[in-house]
């Protein structure tokens, strides 16, 4: 996990509570992820910001294993997202990995899910690494371990409610604490950690209540794949949080109840080897999984990239 900023360091955009934050569309090389945070932005000001109705955005996406990804690096997203919450409209986000890809290959509910998000974050180096064979390449992995934090950087700045939801029991009050030490400022609209099963009607209307009574205006989902995806799907819009996102192990790497790999195994795309190696009898049956549908997208590419040179692979 990398430190954050103080709080009253963490870089402001010059917007007003009136206006959207454009993120520039280039960037220079030497303005890394490792850096700090800057955000190049353009001003453009809302007639009422009220009306907005649909994301005030133009998504710039590319196919990866047929899921929609935004090209956006890390501090585009935080604007982004950032922008959602600003036009009140329930929306939630996805953050996809190579699990997400092969899951969404398996599943036609989950591409309907996928393709009413209102961005796909990409949380995987084979993804980023696949872009790069088209001529719309994604600049970097989006992982959500790392966006959690500059969402909650930025949701102290705006004053947003941040709501936590899932994870051990436990896991979701120790993550936002931790959060809450980074930024002072930071309002916790709540910490829910439900039981593993479906709840009833009843517990489900209850639960929705203490979310949407508490004024949440970012939800933080840590149900696992695909279900913390299905129930944002399905809640969001009832609850009427202006933006829902699954973010997997991310209350855990938070709370120090898991580990992220050391920064040799992240920069060398080989974070899930280290996970795996950290809980083998969990993680090595979804990881070889992975690594078959890899093989198996890798060859589908090959096969029609030689068709279109007129052979026959």
Known sequence: MNSA???????????SASSVVVPSASRSATDKFESRPRFETTVVTE?????????????????VWNVPFDRLDMWQSVDAIDRLIAARTPQYV???????????????????????????????????????LTDRPLPERVAGSELIVHLCG??????HRVY??????????????????????????????????????EEQAAQDARIRDAGTDLLFVAFG????????????????????????????????TAKRAPKIFQSVGMEWAYRMLSDPKRLVPRYMSNIGYLCSAL???????????????
């Open 225 to 256: 794949q695909p279900k913390g995806e299905q129930w944002i799907a399905e809640h969001a819009a009832r609850i009427g949080v202006p933006v829902s996102i699954q973010l997997g192990a991310s209350f855990d790497f938070l709370a120090g």
């Open 299 to 313: 060859t589908t590419d090959w096969k029609n990239t030689v068709k279109s040179w007129g052979m026959t692979a």
């Open 5 to 15: 900023s103080p709080v009253s360091s963490y870089p402001a955009s010059s917007t």
């Open 47 to 63: 007639i009422e910001q009220s009306v907005v109705t649909a994301p005030p955005c133009v998504r710039d996406t590319v196919n």
């Open 94 to 132: 996805i953050t996809a990995n190579l699990n997400y890809c092969m899951l969404h290959h398996q599943s036609q509910q989950l591409q309907q899910i996928t393709h009413r998000a209102a961005l796909v974050l990409a949380d995987g180096q084979p993804i980023v690494a696949r872009s790069k």
């Open 154 to 159: 930025r949701a102290a700045q705006r004053g």
């Open 164 to 201: 936590f939801l899932g994870g051990e029991a436990g896991v979701a009050e120790k993550a936002s604490k931790r959060l809450k030490a980074m930024y002072p400022g930071l309002q916790i609209a709540g910490c829910e950690s439900p039981p593993f099963r479906k709840l009833t009607a």
